[in-house]
């Protein structure tokens, strides 16, 4: 009897990936239905009733996983059992299809979905120690979102869910709908002739600038006026903002160094494609004010003379730079003024 009971531990070990006996062994998805439902009340709006009602529908699908895992097992060993359990109960569910969306007359929300559940590794699991990478993929794994994955392939670009974070993002890419407006080109792109991939280029167009699609050509190529006429680029390589977000933005490229319009800018849109240039706008500025901070006074009497000497052009102002400065930072520009 204990011999059969330690042969069922062992298997059941290499079967969850708890035990090592097994270094190639994957986490098995199960594929499942769940519906979740919640209704309208003085607590909750439209928006917030139906989010609560996909949380349920992904809790009550990997709580089916779980129970199918305690079907499927035959050996009861108390503790054991539970902890494989709660690796599927806590595991990733992906929306694979969603089977019914729909409000009744009563203000009640019902949300059914055919989802793939993975099972969670052991360091996921709650108390487990996760980097914020990991942290930040599987909070996109639950609910996908095109400006999560730019983000995160932006911050991340040589993590291990690449290759799925990339084929993520194509598919949400195909989502958004191809129509005239203005976008954010999020990364560079060309200008060509004809709606090709080998069509001749006009011009190129770097990450971060703001075009205007006059028409779609297609569900691939967007259409964008120029003087020579029609030019067509990719709408993989664009992202729609409004126009409210434009006008902001520009708003904040001609204020580029005042901190409280990127600062507005960022709590007026969170959710924007240009969300994380402006958070990128601010880091910059931010090193670069810590590092005038941090500059010595000496450093900043030197500066302060040198643009004096540069705006004046004066000689006398040049030398007086080189007799108290001998070896400064400007000391060879500094003999180019005569």
Partial sequence: MRLLISASLVCLMAWSGIGHTNPAAKEQPFITEAEGSACMGDDKSRK?????????????????AATQVRSQSRVSIGTLEEDVIKIIATGKVRVI?????????DGCYSYRIRAEVTPARPSEMAGGALSEEDRLWAAIEDAPDLIEVDGFLARFPLNPNQTKARALQSEL???????AGTYLVYRDTT????????AMVISDVAQGELVVVFKAHDARWAIIKRDVGQLYTPFADLRPITDEEAAAWQRCIKNCKDVRAWQEFLQTYPRSHLTRLAKDRLTHMGNRLTHEEGMSSR???????????????????????????????FEKESWQIR
């Avoid at 450093?299 to 400064?328: F, H, M, V």
């Fill in 191 to 198: 200008l060509s002739l004809r709606p090709a991939a080998k």
């Fill in 97 to 105: 299809e969603v089977l019914n969306s729909k409000w009744d007359k």
């Fill in 48 to 64: 917030q009733t139906e989010e609560v009602a996909r949380n349920e529908a992904r809790r009550r699908a990997a709580e089916q």
């Fill in 299 to 329: 450093d900043s009497e030197e500066i302060a003379l040198w643009n004096r000497c540069l705006k004046t052009r004066d000689l006398q102002c040049a030398r007086e730079y080189r007799r108290r400065y001998p070896n400064g930072k």
């Fill in 173 to 179: 890419e195909a989502g958004y709908p191809r129509i």
